[in-house]
């Protein structure tokens, strides 16, 4: 038996027991309570950033969908008005298509005249040669942006061969014949049509600087019909090295691949033959690939001249990991059929033997525009181009605009020189044409002096790409220039490219093309 004080003694230990129980209990339901007021307050925060997801996804959907239908379906255009001024763009390049695409034709009635119908993304150019992007991923027509404009454009597919500045008129000459082959220059329908106002903007064409055999034997890099010659001539040379009853010699001078020109025309492409080389030819010619060789020519002491000491650097230490040889201070003295000869740095020359090669270098004038200057040979004496003014006006012409690698502004013959032009002149005009929109005989020409600021260009930087995934950047920040290089400059190449394209086709098919490359390969069948 337990004595009293032992009961007493076990009384108060199981009440202290039950008080900690209890209080344990109140514990755990104050926690859980607790537990769900947090849940109650994050399931509302998880409530409404799904909501913002969902509705940015539905909203960037419709929009999608509504500029694939408004794309499809133009609306109706008014016809040309006799009363406004006519207006004709000779080109559909950088500088003219921008125009086209700014310009409000409810004040004018416009006139396009290029030997092409399209506008050619030129960056991505080099992406073709080799199959990384294909062909019409980078073509925009320019029908789809004349039939969404207000007024009716009027295109011709012909090339411009004279101009009659007395007159204001122009010799236009259609160079395709029924059967849609090209006719050569003389050969072709010829017609006449009078311009108000003329935009020139026809670029320039490939310089060769007199070499000889440059014209009869290389491949050159600035229209889309160039890029399916390149592939053309590059498959070619690859199945022709595969055939075993050749030497030695001729198979390594078949897959000899030469560039000649270190600017970024020549440099993109010398990575893009990289990466098809690594990419796909060690897939499907294995008894090849280790034979092909890649040889970049510059007659500068270093590539990409314009471009950071630290970025050319970069460049050159990654070709030499690709295996791309460089030589700089060597110039192209002839191209034959077969080989070159180089003028060495030391004065001497060689010989050297290639299956492909692709002249990348700098630009002269258009055939239409030493018309021009013959005309007003008083004020134009640089035989490059167009001499034009701050407000672009072509100099001892009147109502006369030169822009884009066509005219001589104190800028480089750059891409987004010609676009930051159009761009301009566009804008002034849209503003001069409603301003006097009462009076159809107000001189624009004289008045886009007056009452406008002139034009400045602003650098947005550049961009190249050199392989193996990797690009370069030289980018302004306000008053210095930001420097990168590497993969993640890459894909900053690749999204600034895809926001540069002029429409949302264009942006998809480039996409694409890249997704399938990553997980198809290139294309390597001959057309």
């Known amino acids: 038996m337990f004595s009293s004080a032992s009961r007493a003694g076990f009384r108060l230990s199981?009440?202290?027991?039950?008080?900690?129980?209890?209080?344990?209990?109140?514990?755990?339901?104050?926690?859980?309570?607790?537990?769900?007021?947090?849940?109650?307050?994050?399931?509302?925060?998880?409530?409404?950033?799904?909501?913002?997801?969902?509705?940015?996804?539905?909203?960037?959907?419709?929009y999608t969908s509504w500029l694939m239908y408004r794309n499809r379906n133009p609306e109706s255009q008014l016809p040309f008005d006799p009363s406004k001024k006519t207006l004709v763009l000779l080109g559909t390049g950088w500088g003219s298509t921008t125009v086209l695409k700014n310009l409000d034709t409810e004040n004018f009635n416009v006139v396009v005249v290029s030997p092409r119908n399209y506008f050619l993304f030129t960056p991505l150019l080099p992406s073709c040669t080799v199959g990384t992007i294909e062909n019409r991923s980078i073509m925009e027509p320019v029908r789809l942006l004349m039939r969404h404009k207000t007024r009716e454009v009027k295109f011709y597919e012909a090339e411009c061969t004279d101009i009659d500045a007395s007159k204001k008129e122009l010799t236009i000459e259609r160079r395709i014949d029924s059967d849609g082959n090209e006719v050569k220059l003389g050969e072709g329908e010829t017609t006449k049509i009078n311009y108000d106002y003329l935009i020139v903007g026809v670029g320039g064409t490939v310089n060769t600087f007199g070499t000889p055999g440059v014209e009869q034997h290389a491949c050159f890099l600035k229209e889309m019909g160039d890029a399916r010659k390149i592939r053309r001539r590059l498959m070619d040379s690859i199945e022709s090295a595969s055939f075993d009853d050749i030497t030695d010699a001729e198979r390594d001078r078949l897959l000899h691949m030469v560039v000649v020109g270190g600017g970024p025309t020549g440099i993109e492409y010398a990575g893009e033959l990289h990466d098809f080389l690594v990419d796909d030819l060690t897939q499907w010619y294995p008894e090849l690939a280790d034979r092909v060789r890649i040889?970049?020519?510059?007659?500068?002491?270093?590539?990409?001249?314009?471009?950071?000491?630290?970025?050319?650097?970069?460049?050159?230490?990654?070709?030499?990991?690709?295996?791309?040889?460089?030589?700089?201070?060597?110039?192209?003295?002839?191209?034959?059929?077969?080989?070159?000869?180089?003028q060495n740095p030391d004065g001497s020359r060689s010989e050297i033997p290639y299956g492909l090669l692709v002249w990348a270098t700098?630009?002269?004038?258009?055939?239409?525009?030493?018309?021009?200057?013959?005309?007003?040979?008083?004020?134009?004496?640089?035989?490059?181009?167009?001499?034009?003014?701050?407000?672009?006006?072509?100099?001892?012409?009147k109502d006369v605009w030169a822009l884009g690698d066509c005219a001589i502004s104190g800028y480089a013959p750059l891409a987004q020189v010609a676009a930051q032009q159009g761009k301009w002149l566009s804008r002034h005009l849209n503003r001069l044409a409603s301003e006097n929109a009462q009076n159809p005989e107000a001189d624009l020409h004289a008045m886009i002096e007056e009452k406008s600021r002139p034009f400045k260009y602003s650098s947005q930087g550049s961009l190249a790409y050199i392989g193996s995934e990797k690009a370069i950047a030289d980018l302004p920040f306000f008053n210095r220039n930001i420097t990168a290089g590497g993969i993640a400059t890459f894909w900053f190449w690749?999204?600034?490219?895809?926001?540069?394209?002029?429409?949302?086709?264009?942006?998809?098919?480039?996409?694409?093309?890249?997704?399938?490359?990553?997980?198809?390969?290139?294309?390597?069948?001959?057309?």
């Open 14 to 62: 199981r009440a202290a027991t039950g008080t900690v129980v209890r209080r344990m209990a109140m514990s755990t339901l104050n926690s859980g309570s607790n537990g769900a007021k947090q849940a109650k307050t994050r399931t509302p925060r998880l409530r409404t950033l799904k909501r913002i997801v969902v509705g940015t996804a539905l909203g960037g959907l419709t």
């Open 295 to 342: 040889t970049l020519v510059e007659a500068l002491p270093n590539v990409l001249p314009a471009f950071d000491k630290k970025l050319i650097d970069y460049t050159q230490s990654t070709f030499k990991e690709n295996k791309i040889t460089i030589l700089t201070r060597t110039m192209v003295k002839e191209v034959k059929d077969k080989s070159f000869t180089v």
């Open 362 to 397: 700098g630009i002269k004038s258009q055939p239409v525009v030493n018309k021009i200057r013959e005309q007003f040979a008083a004020a134009q004496t640089n035989g490059r181009g167009l001499l034009v003014d701050e407000y672009l006006r072509v100099k001892g012409a």
């Open 494 to 527: 690749k999204s600034a490219y895809l926001s540069e394209l002029f429409s949302l086709r264009n942006s998809t098919l480039v996409a694409s093309d890249w997704v399938k490359r990553f997980f198809f390969g290139r294309d390597i069948s001959r057309e």
